[in-house]
C-alpha cells in the first residue's frame, strides 16, 4: 500500500462504527497526576492492538482472508492477529521474537495459532527479505499497513466522546502505527490536539533515527517489550511528519511506574503500556492530558519484580 497521508472525519467515523461490535470502547479514568488513562489494556487480547487487525482484515476481500493470518511481533500485535483469525474461523501463523514473553506465546497458542519463535536478528531478515511473500497466508503488516494504521484512528472518536476539550495525548511508540492512527484521527476530527510520542531511553529508535537521518541500529534494553520494533523506513517519515514531540523516559523510571499503576492507580500495564503515564508523571499533565495504556500483557514474575523494586 501506498503511504496515506491523511484521512478525513468521515473515514474515521466510519472506520469506528465497523469495528464497533468487535472491540471496546475502552475507559478513560482520572488519575491524581491529573489527567486521564485510556485502559487500551482492556481490549479482548490486552492492548490496542485488535483494532488495527479487525480493520485490516474486514477492509480484506473474503477470499484472502480464507488463505488465513500471518504476522510478525513481539506479541500484542500476534494475539491481536490470533484472535481476529479466530473470530472470522480461519488459519493463523505469527512469527514472533524468541524473548517474547511466555504470557504472550502461551496466549497466541491458546487461540489456536501457530507461534513462530525466531532469534532477534534472524527475524529482522525475515522482514528485511520480506519472507512472507513466499508463505501461503496473507500477510498483515502489525504497522505499517494503512488498514491497520486506520483502525487506530477508531481510538479517537472515544476519546472525543469522554473528553471533549482534550489538549494532548502521550503516545508510547514502537512501531508507530498506533500514534499515527491517533494523530490522523486528531487531524480530521480535532486538528489543535498535540499527539507526544514516547519511548524508553532503553530503545531510543525513533529519536536517534531521526538525529542520524536513517536507522540507527539499536538493540532493544527495556521492559517495554511492546515498542521493541525495528525501523522502518515508511514509518519514518510518516512519523516526522505526523508526531507533534517525542520525550524520552528513563528505564528506571519506567520500571517505577509499572509498580506505581498497579499500586496507586490499580491498574495492571506492560512496559510500553506503562511509558506514557511516565512521561505524564514527569509534569506533562493537566486535566485535558491522556496517556494512552497501550496494553497489559506483563508477566507474573517481571510484575513482581517491579512490585518488589
Known amino acids: ?16 462504527r ?48 480464507a ?31 524468541d524473548t517474547a514473553p511466555a504470557l504472550k506465546v502461551e496466549g497466541v497458542r491458546a487461540l489456536g495459532a501457530q507461534a513462530v519463535l525466531m532469534p532477534r536478528e534472524r527475524l529482522l531478515e525475515w522482514i528485511a527479505t520480506r519472507a512472507w511473500e513466499q508463505d501461503p497466508e496473507v500477510f498483515i503488516h502489525p504497522f505499517a499497513n494503512d488498514a491497520v494504521i486506520t483502525g487506530h484512528s477508531s481510538i479517537v472518536p472515544e476519546i472525543l466522546a469522554d473528553l471533549p476539550d482534550v489538549e494532548r495525548v502521550l503516545v508510547p511508540v514502537g512501531g508507530g502505527g498506533l500514534i499515527c492512527g491517533i494523530a490522523l484521527g486528531f487531524a480530521a476530527l480535532k ?8 519511548q524508553s531511553d532503553g530503545y531510543p529508535l525513533w529519536q536517534q533515527a531521526f538525529a542520524v537521518n536513517g536507522p540507527p541500529g539499536l538493540t532493544p534494553r527495556t521492559i517495554a517489550d511492546g515498542t521493541s520494533a525495528p525501523f522502518d523506513p515508511v514509518m519514518f517519515e510518516r512519523l516526522r ?13 519506567l520500571r517505577k511506574t509499572v509498580g506505581r499503576l498497579a499500586t496507586e492507580v490499580k491498574v ?16 506533562r499533565s493537566s486535566a485535558r492530558t491522556v496517556a494512552i ?3 497489559g500483557n506483563i508477566d507474573a514474575s517481571l510484575l513482581a519484580e517491579l512490585l518488589t523494586e
Open 1 to 16: 500500500m501506498t503511504a496515506i497521508e491523511a484521512v478525513d472525519a468521515a473515514a474515521v467515523h466510519e472506520v469506528a
Open 18 to 65: 465497523l469495528l464497533a461490535p468487535h472491540i471496546r470502547h475502552t475507559p478513560l479514568i482520572p488519575t491524581l497526576s491529573g489527567g486521564s488513562l485510556k485502559l487500551e489494556s482492556q481490549q479482548p487480547t490486552g492492548s490496542f492492538k485488535v483494532r488495527g487487525f479487525f480493520a485490516a482484515a474486514h477492509l480484506m476481500k473474503r477470499e484472502y482472508v
Open 67 to 97: 488463505r488465513g493470518l500471518l504476522t510478525v511481533s513481539a506479541g500484542n500485535a500476534a494475539l491481536a492477529c490470533a484472535y481476529v483469525a479466530r473470530s472470522l474461523r480461519v488459519p493463523c501463523r505469527v512469527v514472533m521474537f
Open 191 to 198: 486538528p489543535d490536539v498535540q499527539v507526544i510520542g514516547v
Open 241 to 253: 511528519s505526523l508526531v507533534s514531540e517525542w520525550v524520552l523516559v528513563p528505564e528506571a523510571t
Open 268 to 283: 495492571v500495564a506492560e512496559g510500553a503500556g506503562a511509558l506514557a503515564y511516565a512521561a505524564m508523571l514527569d509534569g
Open 293 to 295: 495504556l497501550s496494553g
